[in-house]
């Protein structure tokens, strides 16, 4: 008998419950997903749901030349592999009932920057400088953490027995998703689960593929760049063509940039996710974030370029700049198929840095503002697209004792005005205690966020150094700056861009 609605709907709730729940047990984890027996995802939860697939594929790549046992780890930070980043690191584990076969797989995705090389020097242009690349591999070796791999990453600059001391603690996380995992499954009927497990993939294809039937036929094209900077003296471009024909949508990023010597390269399986979170926007109602959503569309990245790269491009930025710049051109090709429905551009990064200090390496993020719509006004300092993650409150930044936060603010008049005024980025400034190293990651510098039917762009980010003996200095493009005791930091975001002219009427308004 096919499972009836209401129980599809129970269990997805359930997955969702418990899932999201997983996903704050430590503000390091980006995403945790659960996946099939097939390797499938079927669910995730986390503030970048991008690394879904990306997990998807790490997880595959791992089982081509490993098999599952229980309670097997696989580690990996490898782009080759799926991981997004070296600074990103995949933990999966295969999840066992009775049987003596895998029913199904969990992954998490943390986000590890102290485990990186230092630093690398601004001229830098290889993925291997970045840090220390660990291919699908178990991480335990007869109950303990792999002791080749706690001393290959204790290169980073950390003791070995702290390597060792993240790495089980991300051990016992994965174990722990495992077991809820498991319960989880329990809670069917005998022989039920996997008609579960198939259903919620089924019922997220085809709830993607109706909201996609609401497109017009044609073709819809945009692009925008990432800006330049000392490796690459042109802007990277970001080019989407999106074609509906027969109630078939197909996205190519054919005509975007070449992989770059910058770290902007994404690898296929984050473009991938990226995409799909954009599309399942348009669906009224939650569902799963399941490889069912995959099948509803066709996605082509051409290999070699700035959404495909091949190993060894850097990939430190990607995850959080290039990803934006792909949600922007994703919503420029919707704005042309909708226009009234789709907002402005919002400020389109992360405002990345990666910081370090002694043996201390963190990213910090800042907010942006949000692009206007055509029916309300943006919001400010907040990261709106794609990426939920929670800004760092700067009482917890001091405690680094590496700086002193003096400014966090609203950057008044940075979001663009329009029918409705779009939202204003922030401004939050460094005051520096300790010597350290700041790598700016973020774009936006000279490439603004772009306003719609009239509306005005966006203010650029800007940033400022002031050394304690010295004048100020204006930072043109992304560089890699040395800091002493002294010294402050000024960072403004952009503003969002702004929907339409200010109080002129729009067609289709009563």
């Known amino acids: 008998m096919e499972l009836l609605d209401l129980d599809l709907i129970a269990a997805q709730r359930s997955l969702h419950l418990w899932l999201d729940q997983a996903s704050k047990e430590t503000a390091k984890i980006r995403a945790c997903a659960f996946f099939d027996s097939q390797k499938e ?18 997880l595959k790549s791992a089982y081509v030349y490993l098999t599952p046992s229980r309670k097997e780890i696989i580690i990996s930070n490898d782009p080759l592999s799926g991981q997004p980043s070296l600074a990103d690191f995949g933990f999966l584990t295969p999840v066992y009932s009775e ?11 943390l986000s590890c920057p102290e485990l990186l090389k230092a630093i690398p020097p601004e001229d830098s242009s290889n993925q291997q400088e970045e ?46 998703l495992s077991d809820q995992a498991a319960a989880w499954l329990k809670s069917f009927a005998p022989g039920k689960s996997s008609k579960v497990l198939s259903r919620i993939k089924l019922s997220s294809e085809k709830a993607l593929k109706a909201a996609l039937r609401s497109f017009p036929d044609g073709e819809f094209e945009f692009h925008d760049f990432i800006d330049s900077d000392e490796l690459e003296p042109k802007p990277l471009k970001v080019a989407l063509k999106l074609s509906v024909h027969d109630e078939h949508v197909h996205l190519t990023f054919k005509g975007s940039s070449k992989q770059t010597l910058s770290p902007f390269n994404l690898n296929a399986a984050t473009t991938l996710g990226v995409c799909s979170w954009v ?30 790269a091949r190993f060894p491009a850097p990939t430190l930025a990607a ?59 943006g919001v400010s300092a907040i990261t709106s697209a794609l990426i939920n993650s929670p800004l760092t409150d700067p009482e917890e930044l ?63 980010v800007e940033v400022a150094l002031l050394p304690l003996a010295g004048r100020r200095e204006v930072i043109r493009e992304r560089r890699t700056l040395n800091l002493n005791p002294g010294d402050t930091l000024f960072v403004s975001t952009p503003g969002g861009g702004a929907w339409g002219k200010p109080e002129e009427p729009i067609v289709g308004d009563d």
């Not at 003596?100 to 992954?107: L, T």
């Not at 399942?280 to 959404?307: D, H, M, N, Q, W």
């Open 41 to 58: 995802l079927i669910h995730g939860a986390g503030s970048f749901p991008h690394f879904f697939p990306a997990l998807e594929q790490t």
């Open 99 to 109: 049987s003596e076969q895998p029913v199904g797989y969990v992954g998490i995705s």
């Open 131 to 176: 840090g220390f690349r660990i291919p699908p591999s178990p991480l335990m070796n007869q109950g303990m953490i792999n002791p080749e791999i706690a001393n290959y990453l204790s290169q980073s600059g950390l003791a070995v027995g702290d390597v060792s001391l993240i790495l089980q603690s991300a051990a016992d996380l994965v174990l722990k």
């Open 279 to 308: 599309l399942s926007s348009l669906v009224k109602y939650p569902i799963c974030f399941s490889a069912g959503l995959f099948r509803a569309f066709s996605l082509e990245t051409p290999e070699g370029t700035l959404l495909n």
């Open 319 to 377: 995850p959080t700049e290039t990803a934006l710049r792909v949600v922007d051109v994703m919503l420029g090709c919707l704005a042309k198929a909708f226009p009234f429905e789709v907002p402005a551009m919002g400020g389109g990064t992360m405002n990345s840095m990666l910081i370090e200090s002694e043996r201390l390496r963190f990213f910090e993020f800042l907010g942006s503002g949000s692009g206007s719509s055509r029916e309300a006004a």
């Open 398 to 460: 001091e405690k680094l004792q590496i700086f002193q936060v003096v400014q966090n603010s609203l950057r008044d008049g940075s979001g663009a005005e329009g029918r409705f005024k779009a939202g204003d980025g922030q401004t939050r400034s460094y005051k520096f205690l300790k010597k350290s190293r700041v790598m700016l990651l973020m774009d936006r510098w000279k490439n603004k966020p772009h306003g719609l039917f009239g509306g005005s762009s966006g203010s650029a």
